[in-house]
Every structure is written in C-alpha cells, then in structure tokens.
Nanobody, 126 residues
Framework: VQLQASGGGLVQAGASLRLSCAVS????????TGWFRQAPGKERELVAV????????YVADSVKGRFTISRDNAKTTLYLHMSSLKSEDTAIYYC????????????????????WGQGTQVTVSS
C-alpha cells in the first residue's frame, strides 16, 4: 500500500483548499482511509475517515461542517475538502490507511492505521 499526499499550501482565513492523496495497493473496499493533522507542538489529530468502499464516513467535531472526506470513483485518490479555513487549521496533513480487519469504532478513534503518506503542509494566515 502506498499513499502520497498533495495539495497543501498557504491560504488566507476563510478560503477553501482540497487535499489529495494518491492511493495504490488497496485491494479491498474494507480498508479504512483517513486524514490526520499535526500542528507544531501538538499531538497528531484525526480529522476524517472513510471506508474505501465509500459506504461510511466520519468527520471530527473540530472540523465538522467545514471539512468533508471523499474518494474518487476510480478508487485511486482520497480527498479532503476544506472550507472556511481558520488559523487553527494550520498543520501538516497526512493521509493514512488501515487494514480491512480494522473495525469502524477503532478507525474513528484514530487507531489501526499502519500505512502513511508523507504529509502536506497547510498554512492558514489570519
């Protein structure tokens, strides 16, 4: 399994940005895929999760109503759509995947992810 995140950048508060994660090697729709972020001096935070089949999604309360997660129908790219960005959204964003055996409750707690992309920096200026 390989993941490669892209799409980060410097934007102003209130702007929108879409992150992409090129995914390969997911042979089952049962894989869990998600986005995490880590701000300087803070712990890594789960942002959003989607089953690779697209059947279930989860978005953290901290970004609910502003961020959505999706994947393309060709099942090659994972997306994080971010809107109404705030300075506190500034972080390195990582995409990750968990094996098909990982149950949903584990995924939405941020555990079980063993495949990681390299991260993409998002900086929101106020």
């Amino acid at each position: 399994v390989q993941l490669q995140a892209s799409g980060g950048g410097l934007v102003q508060a209130g702007a929108s940005l879409r992150l992409s994660c090129a995914v390969s090697g997911l042979t089952s729709g049962r894989y869990g895929t998600g986005w995490f972020r880590q701000a300087p001096g803070k712990e890594r935070e789960l942002v959003a999760v989607i089953r690779w089949s697209g059947g279930s999604t989860y978005v953290a309360d901290s970004v609910k109503g502003r961020f959505t997660i999706s994947r393309d129908n060709a099942k090659t790219t994972l997306y994080l759509h971010m809107s109404s960005l705030k300075s506190e959204d500034t972080a390195i964003y990582y995409c990750a995947a968990a094996p098909p055996s990982t149950i949903w409750s584990t995924l939405i707690q941020g555990f079980g992810y063993i495949y990681w992309g390299q991260g993409t920096q998002v900086t929101v200026s106020s």
